[in-house]
T-cell receptor, first 114, second 113 residues
Framework: QQQVKQSPQSLIVQKGGISIINCAYE??????FPWYQQFPGKGPALLIA?????SEKKEGRFTISFNKSAKQFSLHIMDSQPGDSATYFC?????????????FGKGTKLSVIP | DSGVTQTPKHLITATGQRVTLRCSPR?????VYWYQQSLDQGLQFLIQ???????AKGNILERFSAQQFPDLHSELNLSSLELGDSALYFC????????????FGPGTRLTVL
């Protein structure tokens, strides 16, 4: 059972454009939603994260939008740059279990073309 | 650089063999998580240790085991290896067992022939 569904699988965006990646979750107990960025040959790195008590969080060009009632959250990358080309993973965790084990989406490969 | 180190970087072995992957967490981090990344399954949580004790278990096979030592480094042991075990294995560390930010290491790529 896939608890976090991510789309699209791949995305091609022109430089300067907006990249949008969507995720949906099933477990309403999840209370922490991070996005990770992974470059080839590297481990995932935390990009930005949100908790369900806010509907939006912005850090630089990266924004998470969160819709608790729809159980969906999305990553927006404004003014996308070729250096943003990477694989992006959404994830979710439930802190009440005393562990922050992450459940990941399948990933979105983003290519930003000049 | 996340501060998490993993060795070896690459490992090639044969079916039926046993291997040990090593992870050193960031200085001061008490918690270590292990994840497996494969093309078909994506990134999956395997197991977590906190200050030497097992804290949570995910989709970890019985052929796999892990431990965390007093110096807080962790080892993931994979035995009776099968072709399907070929994957990237990441460890991540965090300060406590229930804080959010996990810092991932560069991974160990395991190839089972």
């Amino acid at each position: 059972q896939q608890q976090v569904k991510q789309s699209p699988q791949s995305l091609i965006v022109q430089k300067g454009g907006i990249s949008i990646i969507n995720c949906a979750y099933e477990n309403t107990a999840f209370d922490y939603f991070p996005w990770y960025q992974q470059f080839p040959g590297k481990g995932p790195a935390l990009l930005i994260a949100i908790r369900p008590d806010v509907s939006e969080k912005k850090e630089g060009r990266f924004t998470i939008s969160f819709n608790k009632s729809a159980k969906q959250f999305s990553l927006h990358i404004m003014d996308s740059q070729p250096g943003d080309s990477a694989t992006y993973f959404c994830a979710a965790a439930y802190s009440g279990a005393g562990s922050y084990q992450l459940t990941f989406g399948k990933g979105t490969k983003l290519s930003v073309i000049p | 650089d996340s501060g998490v180190t993993q060795t070896p970087k690459h490992l090639i072995t044969a079916t039926g063999q046993r291997v040990t992957l090593r992870c050193s967490p960031r200085s001061g981090d008490l918690s270590v998580y292990w994840y497996q990344q494969s093309l078909d399954q994506g990134l999956q949580f395997l197991i977590q240790y906190y200050n030497g004790e097992e804290r949570a278990k995910g989709n970890i096979l019985e052929r796999f085991s892990a431990q965390q030592f007093p110096d807080l480094h962790s080892e993931l042991n994979l035995s009776s290896l099968e072709l399907g075990d070929s994957a990237l294995y990441f460890c991540a560390s965090s300060v406590l067992g229930f804080t959010d930010t996990q810092y991932f290491g560069p991974g160990t790529r395991l190839t089972v022939l």
